[in-house]
């Protein structure tokens, strides 16, 4: 056999294996469907704001729970739910933070990014994030910028920005105070 046709075999072999591969995997998670890349992209999209619709709403239900029990009570309950306190207080945050009407506006775009961004985006000032879904930047990066980062990638950078923005404040501030003297 020549080069090319062992080539040929192996590449045929190679496109057979991920035809199978698909086929196995829309039997099990495709409910019968053929495999079409933009559906299953805005399914996923569907599937995220859902999510973080739900995070709002067990936020709304946390927050009803919280004024209305004991804090041991209240920290029992999200252990029934799987959560520590700290991160219902996360929810319950988010939750107050998106219901002002300025939020509200931003909600929508805000949400795109999933659950895990948004709540590290919560360090940041109302204006900063209306901003940020009305195509401005934030700290120097856009809505695409953040889309594009992981979590831990804009975790980073918010932090760096902040700790910045200290540095900056500690230099005014040194220098405000020589000039007062």
């Keep these: 056999m020549s080069k090319e046709i062992i080539e040929h075999d192996t590449l045929n072999m190679a496109a057979n294996h991920v035809a199978m591969n698909s086929v196995m995997v829309m039997e099990q998670w495709g409910n ?53 306190v700290r991160a219902a207080q996360q929810l319950t945050q988010a939750t107050r933070r998106f219901a002002t009407p300025q939020m509200q506006k931003a909600q929508s775009k805000l949400m795109e990014l999933g659950k895990s961004k948004l709540l590290e985006l919560l360090v940041e000032e109302d204006e900063a994030l209306a901003d940020l879904a009305d195509g401005g930047d934030i700290n120097g990066h856009t809505l695409d910028d953040v889309e594009r980062m992981t979590v831990r990638e804009l975790r980073a950078a918010l932090r760096e920005s902040r700790d910045t923005a200290e540095a900056k404040d500690k230099i005014i501030a040194d220098k405000n105070k020589k000039v007062d003297e």
Excluded at 39 to 45: L, P, Q
Excluded at 50 to 78: N, P, S, Y
Aim: glycine share 10%.
């Design 32 to 84: 019968g469907e053929v495999y079409n890349e933009d559906r299953w992209i805005e399914r996923g999209r569907q599937a995220m704001r859902q999510t973080v619709e739900g995070m709002f709403e067990l936020g709304r239900v946390l927050i009803v729970l919280k004024e209305h029990m004991t804090w041991e009570k209240f920290a029992d309950v999200c252990e029934v739910f799987g959560m520590s």
